[in-house]
Nanobody
């Protein structure tokens, strides 16, 4: 069973930076996509950034130019470097991994989430 653990959340002032890390452990067959989602109060969970196993990266428009995702496939880790943070970035950030459960089947695995709070 694959387990994701996030770290790096905290309180930061607007304009500051924060780095989130996520590590996958357990019985890992393969991970197709790893990424970050976030959920703010009153809002649904939304994609922040993700990276496919082959290297393709996808960013939400609201973080382009400010956040950078990086992934180490060998270590099954993913990092989100957040810069120029805004109060609207305040949310619980969740790590996500689309992990293979068989030759042609996969599931989404989620971390417990880490709180990011940006003060103005």
């Amino acid at each position: 069973q694959v387990v994701l653990v996030e770290s790096g959340g905290g309180l930061v002032q607007a304009g500051g930076s924060l780095r989130l890390s996520c590590a996958a452990s357990g019985r890992i067959r393969a991970i197709n996509t790893m990424g970050w989602y976030r959920q703010a109060p009153g809002k649904g969970r939304e994609l922040v950034a993700s990276q496919y196993n082959g290297g393709y990266q996808n960013y939400a428009d609201f973080v382009k130019g400010r956040f950078t995702i990086s992934r180490d496939n060998a270590k099954s880790t993913v990092t989100l470097q957040m810069s120029s943070l805004k109060p609207e970035d305040t949310a619980v950030y969740y790590c996500n991994a689309e992990t293979m459960t068989g030759p042609r089947t996969s599931i989404d695995v989620w971390g417990q989430g880490t709180q990011v709070t940006v003060s103005s």
